[in-house]
């Protein structure tokens, strides 16, 4: 079984990091683009969302 650790990082840190590691696959600037810009999605798409009750309750 294999867990997963939780991290937080700057938005621009993970950005940064992504495309370091794109450039290493393909010297075409369009071509990292778009493989950070995919990656990057991804990593978003699956973080966990915090829960959020809609609408906020009011307390008196």
């Not at 650790?5 to 940064?16: I, K, N, S, Y």
Request: charged letters at 25%; hydrophobic letters at 40%.
């Amino acid at each position: 079984m294999r867990t997963q650790a939780l991290m937080t990082v700057e938005f621009g840190e993970l950005v940064l990091a992504v495309y370091d590691e794109a450039a290493r696959y393909s010297h075409n600037p369009r071509e990292v683009a778009c493989l950070v810009t995919q990656t990057v999605q991804e990593i978003v798409w699956r973080t966990p969302k915090p829960k959020i009750s809609w609408p906020p309750r009011i307390d008196n």
